[in-house]
């Protein structure tokens, strides 16, 4: 596995665990039985937790701007943006 695969699927995991358990019960060992690597790995992509969840905001926020910007480029009215979903 490619090292921004995994990367990538350490931040997927932590944001389901954060999402589900909340991020003070989301832990290095719960990625590492997910993901099934070693607790050792993460820290080399994501030394402190604090780098982990820095990462994580600044994916979704990404993400989460571009589907505003989706939503605002609709000419719906504001109600029905207001109901749209991705």
């Not at 695969?5 to 060992?29: F, H, P, W």
């Not at 080399?44 to 969840?53: S, V």
């Not at 990462?55 to 939503?71: H, T």
């Not at 504001?78 to 749209?84: A, D, G, M, R, S």
Request: glycine share 4%; proline share 2%; with cysteine.
């Amino acid at each position: 596995m490619k090292q921004t695969d995994t990367k990538t699927l350490i931040l997927d995991v932590a944001q389901e665990l954060i999402q589900r358990l909340g991020v003070n019960c989301m832990s290095y060992q719960d990625i590492s039985n997910s993901v099934g690597i070693r607790k050792a790995s993460i820290h080399t992509h994501f030394p402190r937790k604090n780098d982990l969840l820095a990462a994580l905001l600044d994916r979704y926020s990404d993400r989460f701007l571009r589907m505003v910007d989706g939503i605002l480029a609709f000419s719906d009215t504001p109600e029905v943006k207001l109901k749209w979903q991705n």
